[in-house]
């Protein structure tokens, strides 16, 4: 299990102020769960998330992946970026061997693992292919791939769809919950779409800046629906999801008051 | 039928061979071809000089004429100049120029990249490198050769000093344009401190790295002849000094002409060199 317990960050801000970018966060993400941040720009998701990878100390609290204190980035996770972090002079298969290249894999073995994750993630036919020759979401594959392909007990997603158009999102949503289903991995994904976290997740945490904060926490079942039924239509036009969709956009767009006057489900 | 439904079945143009194809308006040159214009400027440039040299503009002694450049190559080419080869004037400074280029890169990218890397490295070496490389190499010139005598070494130190600056300020570019994101996705992936330098710092660096030694190159060419300027018995540069102490511009105009191939031809391996180790240049 990977467990945030009462993180927080502060960054120093301008004429010697600090700027309190999470407050005391608290977070389970068990086996076979998607766990997604929502919330706008601002509220520390993705300063929680770079927390989990290693990428940022904390200020306080502490965070434990299967009761091992997280310190520095490490292949036990894996990460998605929103940005694509390829590298231009190595091929797509060989991006996504790129760790276990670094794990000492002998060629043979790293090259067959990787053309598996390719079919995988749809891209049998690009192993040859340079990055840039791919469009975004081929990209964002290669980068689900890649951060695969290490088998990492959990996959850190920071925004890996919010550049792309929103067709191609659609298709990498349902990608992404296939690669779920199949793989089992739990997931921590960040967004600021509030249709991409209830269609995702199976726990939603809203957070709120100023401090960065957790406001509000729902557990849903509609992606494990989908994973089954595969009928998006049925989900989005479920009264269950757009409930869901206006009371997390009354607490994105009015955080501090919806934490006071909403009973259900907030820390 | 409604006018909506007409208007889309309009008569199509006819299939005449070829449509005429648009792209969105240029600004600047965008890639237009340059080629042609640019050897028929060359070509005019040499008709120029053969019409000032025929009807006697300028007096030889200033601007001699293209064919007595070209009698005086061939018999440096033959008889060779001041008592060398034409061969071994070219290659003794081909030897410095290379050597040069070698110690300055061998040099320039690991302490450039240390720089970028290291706090104290930064710190201890940007003082004398700051203070060193804006100065031109004729000024240091006389301090080589009074510390390393007048022979080789004194030369090709010269040539070192102008080379290493550009090459040892591009591996710092280099290090600066790594984006902390594919540092981050490395570590992510399990990379070791070593793993991180080999395969993601290093190409990440090369780009740069090669801009500079293109750079570079360009210097050495361009201070070749400072550098045998003094107590020389061999080389281009020297060829072109010593045909100046006899006025003998024909000489002259040889020498440059042989450094313009040669730098020419160097910047061209340079380009081929580029297009092979970092083909991604620009494509990301």
Same mark, same amino acid.
């Given at each position: 299990?990977?467990?945030?317990?009462?993180?927080?960050?502060?960054?120093?801000?301008?004429?010697?102020?600090?700027?309190?970018?999470?407050?005391?966060?608290?977070?389970?993400?068990?086996?076979?769960?998607?766990?997604?941040?929502?919330?706008?720009?601002?509220?520390?998701?993705?300063?929680?998330?770079?927390?989990?990878?290693?990428?940022?100390?904390?200020?306080?609290?502490?965070?434990?992946?299967?009761?091992?204190?997280?310190?520095?980035?490490?292949?036990?996770?894996?990460?998605?970026?929103?940005?694509?972090?390829?590298?231009?002079?190595?091929?797509?298969?060989?991006?996504?061997?790129?760790?276990?290249?670094?794990?000492?894999?002998?060629?043979?073995? #790293?090259?067959?693992?990787?053309?598996?994750?390719?079919?995988?993630?749809?891209?049998?036919?690009?192993?040859?292919?340079?990055?840039?020759?791919?469009?975004?979401? &081929?990209?964002?594959?290669?980068?689900?791939?890649?951060?695969?392909?290490?088998?990492?007990?959990?996959?850190?997603?920071?925004?890996?769809?919010?550049?792309?158009?929103?067709?191609?999102?659609?298709? &990498?949503?349902?990608?992404?919950?296939?690669?779920?289903?199949?793989?089992?991995?739990?997931?921590?994904?960040?967004?600021?779409?509030?249709?991409?976290?209830?269609?995702?997740?199976?726990?939603?945490?809203? &957070?709120?800046?100023?401090?960065?904060?957790?406001?509000?926490?729902?557990?849903?079942?509609?992606?494990? #629906?989908?994973?089954?039924?595969?009928?998006?239509?049925?989900?989005?036009?479920?009264?269950?999801?757009?409930?869901?969709?206006?009371?997390? #956009?009354?607490?994105?767009?009015?955080?501090?008051?919806?934490?006071?006057?909403?009973?259900?489900?907030?820390? | 039928? $409604?006018?909506?439904?007409?208007?889309?079945?309009?008569?199509?143009?006819?299939?005449?061979?070829?449509?005429?194809?648009?792209?969105?308006?240029?600004?600047?040159?965008?890639?237009?071809?340059?080629?042609?214009?640019?050897?028929?400027?060359?070509?005019?440039?040499?008709?120029?000089?053969?019409?000032?040299?025929?009807?006697?503009?300028?007096?030889?002694?200033?601007?001699?004429?293209?064919?007595?450049?070209?009698?005086?190559?061939?018999?440096?080419?033959?008889?060779?100049?001041?008592?060398? $080869?034409?061969?071994?004037?070219?290659?003794?400074?081909?030897?410095?120029?290379?050597?040069?280029?070698?110690?300055?890169?061998?040099?320039?990218?690991?302490?450039?990249?240390?720089?970028?890397?290291?706090?104290?490295?930064?710190?201890?070496?940007?003082?004398?490198?700051?203070?060193?490389?804006?100065?031109?190499?004729?000024?240091?010139?006389?301090?080589?050769?009074?510390?390393?005598?007048?022979?080789?070494?004194?030369?090709?130190?010269?040539?070192?000093?102008?080379?290493?600056?550009?090459?040892?300020?591009?591996?710092?570019?280099?290090?600066?344009?790594?984006?902390?994101?594919?540092?981050?996705?490395?570590?992510?992936?399990?990379? $070791?401190?070593?793993?991180?330098?080999?395969?993601?710092?290093?190409?990440?660096?090369?780009?740069?790295?090669?801009?500079?030694?293109?750079?570079?190159?360009?210097?050495?060419?361009?201070?070749?002849?400072?550098?045998?300027?003094?107590?020389?018995?061999?080389?281009?540069?020297?060829?072109?000094?010593?045909?100046?102490?006899?006025?003998? $511009?024909?000489?002259?105009?040889?020498?440059?002409?042989?450094?313009?191939?040669?730098?020419?031809?160097?910047?061209?391996?340079?380009?081929?060199?580029?297009?092979?180790?970092?083909?991604?240049?620009?494509?990301?």
């Amino acid at each position: 299990m990977l467990r945030v317990q009462n993180a927080s960050v502060f960054f120093p801000g301008r004429d010697g102020g600090v700027i309190h970018a999470l407050d005391r966060a608290s977070l389970d993400i068990d086996a076979n769960s998607v766990v997604v941040a929502l919330g706008a720009s601002g509220c520390g998701k993705s300063t929680l998330l770079n927390a989990i990878a290693g990428f940022l100390p904390l200020s306080d609290g502490r965070i434990t992946l299967d009761g091992q204190p997280v310190e520095r980035p490490g292949a036990d996770r894996g990460v998605v970026f929103q940005k694509d972090t390829l590298l231009p002079w190595k091929s797509v298969l060989d991006n996504v061997a790129l760790g276990l290249d670094f794990a000492g894999l002998p060629l043979r073995e #790293r090259r067959d693992r990787a053309a598996e994750l390719l079919r995988l993630v749809g891209l049998e036919g690009f192993a040859k292919s340079a990055p840039h020759e791919l469009s975004g979401g &081929m990209r964002q594959r290669v980068g689900i791939a890649r951060a695969l392909a290490t088998d990492p007990k959990i996959l850190l997603m920071d925004e890996p769809f919010g550049a792309l158009d929103s067709l191609t999102r659609e298709q &990498m949503q349902e990608l992404l919950i296939d690669v779920w289903a199949r793989t089992g991995k739990r997931i921590f994904f960040i967004t600021h779409s509030i249709e991409e976290a209830l269609f995702l997740g199976t726990t939603v945490v809203v &957070m709120s800046p100023r401090p960065g904060r957790i406001v509000a926490r729902f557990d849903l079942d509609f992606v494990r #629906r989908f994973a089954a039924e595969r009928d998006v239509r049925a989900i989005l036009s479920d009264p269950a999801f757009g409930d869901l969709h206006n009371r997390i #956009r009354d607490l994105v767009h009015r955080p501090h008051h919806a934490t006071v006057h909403r009973g259900e489900t907030l820390q | 039928m $409604t006018d909506a439904a007409r208007t889309t079945t309009a008569p199509l143009a006819e299939p005449t061979a070829r449509p005429r194809t648009v792209a969105l308006r240029p600004f600047g040159l965008d890639g237009a071809r340059t080629g042609p214009i640019s050897a028929v400027t060359g070509f005019l440039l040499i008709a120029v000089w053969f019409l000032v040299s025929h009807y006697r503009l300028v007096t030889p002694l200033f601007l001699p004429a293209p064919g007595e450049v070209a009698a005086q190559f061939i018999a440096i080419l033959e008889d060779g100049y001041a008592g060398a $080869t034409l061969g071994e004037h070219v290659s003794a400074s081909l030897l410095r120029i290379l050597a040069a280029a070698l110690i300055a890169a061998s040099l320039g990218i690991p302490l450039g990249l240390a720089m970028g890397l290291n706090r104290w490295a930064k710190g201890v070496l940007d003082t004398p490198i700051e203070f060193y490389w804006p100065l031109p190499p004729l000024a240091y010139l006389p301090l080589m050769i009074i510390w390393l005598g007048i022979g080789e070494v004194s030369k090709i130190a010269l040539l070192t000093l102008a080379m290493f600056a550009p090459i040892c300020l591009s591996a710092q570019a280099g290090l600066r344009s790594l984006p902390i994101e594919r540092v981050n996705a490395a570590l992510s992936l399990g990379a $070791t401190r070593w793993q991180l330098f080999r395969a993601i710092v290093l190409p990440s660096a090369l780009p740069e790295i090669l801009t500079g030694l293109r750079i570079a190159i360009g210097v050495g060419w361009s201070t070749l002849v400072a550098a045998e300027l003094i107590a020389a018995t061999r080389g281009i540069g020297f060829m072109i000094m010593s045909a100046s102490h006899f006025l003998a $511009t024909d000489v002259v105009f040889v020498g440059i002409g042989i450094i313009a191939a040669w730098a020419f031809a160097f910047s061209y391996g340079m380009r081929l060199l580029e297009s092979w180790l970092v083909p991604w240049k620009g494509k990301t």
